[in-house]
């Protein structure tokens, strides 16, 4: 059984930066694309950042410049660099890996939990 394991957020004021990991595990044969979403309260879930497995990358113009995506196959670890966070980025953030298993070859969407990132004074 696969699980992501979020971890990165709270509270920080703007300007402030904050790291999320997104960690896989659950006997996994190889993953292809790792990426983060958020909802805000009221809104749709949206695309944040995506890295494909050779390391293309593809950010919503609302972070592009601000936020870095990175993945550590090694660790099946993704990372969500967010530098110059704005109130407006306060959001809980997902992570979303395309992947298959031992167990289940066929490649499948997972999400995490998601964590809460809460930008304010």
């Known amino acids: 059984q696969v699980q992501l394991v979020e971890s990165g957020g709270g509270l920080v004021q703007p300007g402030g930066s904050l790291r999320l990991s997104c960690a896989a595990s659950?006997?996994?044969?190889?993953?292809?694309?790792m990426g983060w979403y958020r909802q805000a309260p009221g809104k749709e879930r949206e695309l944040v950042a995506s890295i494909a497995f050779d390391g293309r990358t593809n950010y919503a113009d609302s972070v592009r410049g601000r936020f870095t995506i990175s993945r550590d196959d090694a660790k099946n670890t993704g990372y969500l660099q967010m530098n110059s966070l704005k109130p407006e980025d306060t959001a809980v953030y997902y992570c979303?890996?395309?992947?298959?298993?031992?167990?289940?070859?066929?490649?499948?969407?997972?999400w995490g939990e998601g964590t809460l990132i809460t930008v304010s004074s």
């Open positions: 979303n890996v395309y992947l298959r298993t031992i167990v289940l070859p066929q490649w499948r969407d997972y």
């Open positions: 659950g006997s996994i044969l190889s993953i292809s694309r």
